[in-house]
């Protein structure tokens, strides 16, 4: 299995940036997509971003378009989220999700970090 370890959060004034990032140790394959998702308190979660296994293909949910950015470094197993000019209103705990596909596309797991809390306060 997988192990998912996520980094990077705080406490940020609005108007700020915030880069989080998560790093998988453990190997199930070379194939797979990477996404973030958020929840705050009373809310269902929701999918901010997410990149396909080449990355060359990013989606953002329509909140965070312009502002926030996905990205990869397979040579270091490791899926970031940068946040530029963030609203009190992003302020959630922040998962990273992993899924794994065979090189047929056949799905091999899918796996979740532990949640980073992102507060943004004045």
């Given amino acids: 299995q997988a192990q998912l370890v996520e980094s990077g959060g705080g406490l ?3 108007g700020g940036s915030l880069r989080l990032s998560c ?3 453990g ?3 070379n194939n797979y997509a ?3 998702y958020r929840q705050a308190p009373g809310k269902e979660r929701e ?3 997410a990149i396909t296994s080449g990355g060359g293909t990013t989606d953002y949910a329509d909140s965070v378009k312009g502002r926030f950015t996905i990205s990869r470094d397979d040579a270091k197993n490791t899926v970031y989220l940068a946040m530029n000019s ?3 209103e992003d302020s959630a705990v922040y998962y ?7 090189a047929s596309m056949i799905p091999l797991g899918n796996y979740w970090g532990q949640g980073t809390q992102v507060t943004v306060s004045s």
Wanted: aromatic residues 16%; positive net charge; contains cysteine.
């Fill in 12 to 14: 940020v004034q609005p």
């Fill in 23 to 25: 790093t998988t140790s």
């Fill in 27 to 29: 190997f199930i394959s």
């Fill in 34 to 36: 990477m996404r973030w």
């Fill in 47 to 49: 999918l901010v971003a």
């Fill in 86 to 88: 963030l609203k009190p």
């Fill in 96 to 102: 990273c999700n992993v899924r794994y596909f065979s």
